[in-house]
């Protein structure tokens, strides 16, 4: 294919008239053309533009909340209970200062110093304050007057030559007994605020420092971006802010405008090509029959036309070939261009980060995925569309959102929705909390639906959604038809309003108003750097406990230990804290702090299954002769407290939406597993939260006069195993267990198949059953002595290796 313009070249020399000037149609398609050019440039370089720059301004604000959890985190270790009073005595008595010191290192390992001023320091000559005298001078004295100061850098040794500072005021009372200032190495805050892809071509964390001009934090991407200048945003509690580029004022020159040049530039292009075209052929537009044409006509191809002033009268610009003579007609092709075409023409190729919605990803109780792998913003707008769409069929909107303390959990949440109000459906945006008050707030503020994107208790790089619709967690089948229904294109379209709402106290002050201790209890609570250190000591102080809180930063990274209270060596700090603090028990929290353990001062674990036997016979006293739930994992001295507390009891599969979903089912007023989740309809909403399990708790070791290792020790116990995992391949686990559940005999053992195989005997029980998350099995054993249990292993061991003869078993 050819382009067929033959543009006539002008004579050298040669002034052409205003008149001649016009009837040239080069000039219009050329004036065209730029007009075209000119508005295609401002279109792609405005609107894009600015929409980079609005999703820069988005991106500042995430990152603003980002820093802002970590500079909160700080000031409440600052104020916390514990902290004042340590540092109180730290200031009657300097010698304890390292004791405050190594507390504090304790609860935050960015610590690098600690420092005590007394009340009227701030008076003091600059020479005996040291350097920078000024700054905490400003700070003792912003700390006086408001209790804190703002989280600011200071000059510090070290190769950053700067460190972060904290100051608060230390009260006993009215009485001010001195200022705490802390400082931290800066990595903690620049962590906070990792924005390796900047929207807008630019981001950084500033501090404001007065008169002098804003110092750089942390940078991503290249300054000179910002043409217009920068849009600083504020970080609360802070001299921090996050600036981003600035978009220009709004033009004058707007998008109707525009698009009239556009269409202008069109119309002239479309001119002169005419006038070109009709230029080239004039004998053409006369004549019907070619035939006609005479043969110089013919031989001359574009020659004037027979009758002079009829070609004028159609042409305008052809002189009269006496006068200019016509030189050769240059043609032009594809293949004269300076690019190449075919390259041009080429659709551009996806992004390489997009990650493909997998069917893998839906599971028995949850979705879930590795961010980047398989789970991404995109995935999770997908499934907010299938969700959206749902609660909209079941009349159960809106939709609240709230999200656990990992790094991918903003990007997750911004996906996930816009994919719900994409379908017309609403929703309540509730931020970073633990996943008990997103089902608080689906219950409270909507109609019992809510998603929470919470990796659990997986690692860091682990993401994924729990999700409830109209009041039921959605598991199995339900997870499943969420996918098909984004598979047949069966989503809703619509436009939802989208709301955020404060759920933390409300939250507090509902347990408050139902739980308070008859006498206070010491508990060290371990969040594990879950989303639990943002309201767990705070709800338990609200009860009337004594809480010192351990590693209650939220960190995604989970720097200190996996946050799973099931795996007894993530409780080891835990212990060692009970222990040097004195305190009555300890608590811990996973991920999403929707799981308990517990642990005694002398170090024992009382795990789960027991822990229940409490619960049930608080709960009977009320409810008698009511159904108890519990999972295939459990002591099977559980039935017998049960029922000698007047309840019904049962045993159900493992799967945190699976016994909830057979709890409203069943109108059981209680219902646990041994991971660690208990299910309260008893005075609350029949949905898991670690953190209101461990209030119910206290409330019942109050309510004892023993003291709480002496009631959690008369439980009834037994030898058991912890739960021993045997790794097989991806779907060989479930094939397993159909084949074991055929062909095992256990002679004078109870069976059950409802979830595995678990074989009870008068002595003990043993259990395998596949995971519903993992491609392994689960086993576990227990027994009244070591020859039983040893017996119980036998027989299991020699059952399965004869169902698979390579099985690597540890036990």
Partial sequence: MKLNFKFKKLESGRNLRLPELLNDPRIYIVLGLALIMMMTVLLFTGTSGERDLTKAQEQGERAVGQVAQYVQSFQRLLQDEQVMELAGMALATPERTEELTQYLGGRMREVQHVRLFQPQDYLARADEIGEPAWILIDMMLTARAGGISPLQMIPAGGESGQSLAGMAAVRQGEELLGYLLVTADREGLASSFNMTLP??????????????????????????????????????????????????????????????????????????????????????????????????????????????????????????????????????????????????????SKPSSAVE??????????????????????????????????????????????????????????????????????????????????????????????????????????????????????????????????????????????????????????????????????????????????????????????????????????????PDPSDPHNLEDLIESVNLMGADLGVAFDGDADRLGVVTPDGEIIYADRIMMLYAREILGRNPGAKIIYDVKCTGKLDRVISEAGGEPEMYKTGHSLIKNRMKEVGAPFAGEMSGHFFFGDRWYGFDCGIYSAARLLEILAMDERVPMETLKSLPSSISTPELKVEMSEGENHAFIEAFQEKARFADARISTIDGLRADFDYGWGLVRASNTTPILVVRFEADSEESMDIIKEAFRLQMLSIKKDLKLPF
Avoid: W
Avoid at 250 to 270: D, E, H, K, N, Y
Avoid at 279 to 286: F, I, K, R, T, W
Avoid at 321 to 331: I, L
Avoid at 517 to 524: A, D, E, M, T
């Fill in 199 to 348: 929207a807008g071509g630019y981001i950084a964390l500033e501090q404001r420092n007065g008169r002098f001009a804003p110092s750089t934090v942390r940078a991503f991407g290249e300054r000179t971006v910002a043409v217009n200048g920068l849009t600083r945003l504020p970080v609360p509690g802070s001299l921090f802010s996050v600036a981003v580029p600035q978009a220009a004022a709004p033009s004058t020159f707007g998008g109707i405008q525009r698009m009239m040049v556009f269409l202008l530039g069109g119309l002239l292009l479309a001119f002169g090509i005419i006038k070109r075209q009709r230029a080239l052929h004039p004998v053409a537009e006369l004549k019907a029959d070619p035939a006609e044409l005479s043969a110089s006509e013919t031989e001359a191809g574009s020659g004037p036309a027979a009758d002079p002033e009829t070609a004028e009268q159609n042409t305008g610009e052809l002189e009269k070939p006496s006068r200019y003579p016509e030189p050769p007609a240059q043609e032009v092709s594809l293949s004269d261009l300076p690019f190449d075409v075919s390259e041009r023409r080429r659709k551009p």
């Fill in 357 to 562: 919605l997998t069917p893998g990803i839906f599971r028995a109780y949850d979705i879930r995925g590795i961010v980047g792998e398989t789970l991404d913003a995109g995935i999770a707008r997908q499934v907010g569309q299938a969700v959206g769409s749902e609660a909209l069929e079941r009349d159960a909107g809106p939709v609240v959102v709230a999200r656990d303390g990992r790094h991918s959990g903003p990007d997750l949440v911004a996906g996930m929705i816009q994919g719900i109000s994409s379908t017309g459906c609403d929703v309540i945006d509730i931020g970073a909390v633990p996943t008990g008050v997103l089902y608080f707030a689906a219950y409270e503020s909507g109609s019992g639906s809510g998603v929470m994107v919470t990796g659990s208790h997986n690692p860091p790089d682990y993401n994924g959604f729990k999700v409830m619709v109209g009041g039921q967690t959605l598991s199995g089948d339900r997870i499943t038809a969420l996918y098909k229904r984004l598979e047949s294109g069966n989503t809703r379209v619509g436009k939802g309003n989208i709301r955020q709402e404060e759920m933390l106290e409300r939250y507090r002050d509902r347990i408050a108003g139902d739980i308070q201790l008859k006498r206070p209890i010491k508990v060290v609570a371990d969040c594990g750097n879950g989303i639990g250190g943002v309201c767990a000591a705070d709800v338990l102080r609200s009860i009337g406990a004594e809480v010192l809180p351990l590693f209650d930063e939220v960190d995604g990274n989970f720097p200190n230990h996996h």
